[in-house]
């Protein structure tokens, strides 16, 4: 059962350009919603995350739009680089600290 | 500083043999511990958890088990491997709350 869906499957970004990352999630018991990055052959690392009661949050290229009437929020990378290229998994974590994770977008920046 | 270690990286294995993946966490105590499983292009599944030691609670039922018999070592196994077996095996360790969760580099299974 999917409980966060997330979109685009892939994404190709040109070198400097906006690369963004949707996730939608259904239950409202949610409360905290991190952003993972994962390079090729390696685990998963936590990147930034937001609590429901704060619209976006920002640190460096990356910022993180949430939108809790519609239960969506988005991961926004600013000026992207070919360092960038990996895959990002939106996450959503219960109250009871059940994580659901979304499928995962593979982003890919030319250079 | 924690740390997290996982091996081996990759394996190759026939189908029908036995499996152990063996994950381990340095620098602190009473962690959270996990496996998750990642097939080619898909997302994180996670297969097991434990909040202590001998304490397992299961995801999804399937031809694996995971023990753990100290407090930072969490093992993955399997009495004979499947071809679906086959993917991407990562575990993951966070304190109390998951909001920071770490994971392993993870381990690469070919079932042929």
């Known amino acids: 059962q999917q409980q966060v869906k997330q979109s685009p499957q892939s994404l190709i970004v040109q070198k400097g350009g906006i690369s963004i990352i949707n996730c939608a999630y259904e239950?409202?018991?949610?409360?905290?919603f991190p952003w993972y990055q994962q390079f090729p052959g390696k685990g998963p690392a936590l990147l930034i995350a937001?609590?429901?009661?704060?619209s976006e949050k920002k640190e460096g290229r990356f910022t993180i739009s949430f939108n809790k009437s519609a239960k969506q929020f988005s991961l926004h990378i600013m000026d992207s680089q070919p360092g960038d290229s990996a895959t990002y998994f939106c996450?959503?974590?219960?109250?009871?600290?059940?994580?659901?994770f979304g499928a995962g977008t593979r982003l890919t920046v030319k250079p | 500083s924690q740390t997290i270690h996982q091996w081996p990286a990759t394996l190759v294995q026939p189908v029908g043999s036995p499996l152990s993946l063996e994950c381990t966490v340095e620098?602190?105590?009473?962690?959270?511990l996990y496996w998750y499983r990642q097939a080619a292009g898909r997302g994180l599944q996670l297969l097991f958890y434990?909040?202590?030691?001998?304490?397992i609670s299961s995801e999804v039922p399937q031809n694996l088990s995971a023990s753990r018999p100290q407090d930072r070592q969490f093992i993955l196994s399997s009495k004979k491997l499947l071809l679906s077996d086959s993917g991407f095996y990562l575990c993951?360790?966070?304190?109390?709350?998951?909001?920071?969760?770490?994971f392993g580099a993870g381990t690469r299974l070919s079932v042929l």
């Open positions: 937001i609590r429901p009661d704060v």
């Open positions: 434990s909040v202590g030691i001998g304490q």
């Open positions: 620098g602190t105590s009473n962690p959270n």
């Open positions: 239950n409202t018991a949610f409360d905290y």
């Open positions: 993951a360790w966070s304190v109390l709350s998951r909001e920071r969760e770490y």
């Open positions: 996450a959503a974590i219960y109250e009871n600290n059940d994580m659901r």
